[in-house]
């Protein structure tokens, strides 16, 4: 059976990842967590972990690094990367730019942190606000060993969720986890 990755952008949200963990049922998936979200919902982060999903590291303040400062994009990456660490016990090892923002440097900060850059070969447009039907074509279109990006806090996608994996499970395909 052929492998996606589910991803999940800016959470952790107290209106949706319990929901979100719940629907996913045990399948594990990689959640690219918000630094100034995790830091306000430290036991939310810590349910991501425990239920045995990947988390990443989607910056502090969730801004477009390619037009920072080689300090200030540091910074971003780093203070998420000591949040993520105090929380979980666990450092990081991937990373998403924040809306796809990437470029050499972007992804020189993220190495230099031990980071590797995830991007993504499915949007479901959920971000946009995209309903749950819409939600799951989208992710219908995934290929083999691609990565399917989602958003923790849209309603539409928790609804989302036991149909693509139905979906997933009707075409051969397994979730598994986002490596880089």
Request: aromatic residues 6%; glycine residues 8%.
């Given at each position: 059976?052929?492998a996606?990755?589910?991803?999940?952008?800016?959470?952790p949200?107290p209106?949706?990842?319990?929901?979100?963990l719940?629907?996913l049922?045990?399948?594990r998936a990689t959640f690219?967590?918000w630094?100034?979200?995790?830091?306000?919902?430290?036991?939310?982060?810590?349910?991501?972990?425990a239920?045995g999903?990947?988390?990443g590291?989607?910056?502090?303040?969730h801004?477009?690094?390619?037009?920072?400062?080689?300090e200030?994009?540091?910074q971003?990456?780093?203070?998420t990367q000591?949040?993520?660490?105090?929380l979980t016990g666990a450092r990081?090892?991937?990373?998403?730019?924040?809306?796809?923002?990437?470029?050499?440097a972007?992804?020189?900060t993220?190495?230099g942190?031990g980071?590797?850059?995830?991007l993504?070969?499915?949007d479901?447009r959920?971000?946009a606000?995209a309903a749950?039907d819409?939600?799951v074509?989208?992710?219908?279109?995934?290929?083999?060993?691609?990565?399917?990006l989602?958003?923790?806090?849209?309603?539409e996608?928790?609804?989302?969720?036991?149909?693509?994996l139905?979906a997933?499970?009707?075409?051969?395909?397994?979730p598994?986890?986002t490596?880089?």
């Open positions: 059976m052929d996606v990755a589910l991803t999940f952008d800016d959470g949200y209106s949706t990842t319990p929901a979100l719940a629907a049922d045990g399948v690219f967590l630094g100034e979200h995790a830091a306000e919902h430290p036991a939310l982060v810590r349910a991501i972990a239920a999903h990947v988390i590291n989607h910056t502090w303040t801004p477009h690094l390619t037009g920072l400062s080689a200030n994009r540091d971003e990456v780093r203070r000591d949040l993520l660490v105090s990081p090892v991937l990373f998403r730019p924040p809306y796809g923002d990437t470029d050499d972007v992804r020189a993220a190495a942190h980071l590797t850059e995830v993504w070969t499915v479901t959920d971000w606000g749950t819409e939600i074509a989208a992710a219908d279109r995934v290929e083999p060993g691609g990565v399917v989602m958003h923790e806090g849209r309603p996608t928790v609804a989302a969720v036991p149909r693509i139905s997933l499970a009707a075409r051969g395909l397994r598994g986890l490596r880089g």
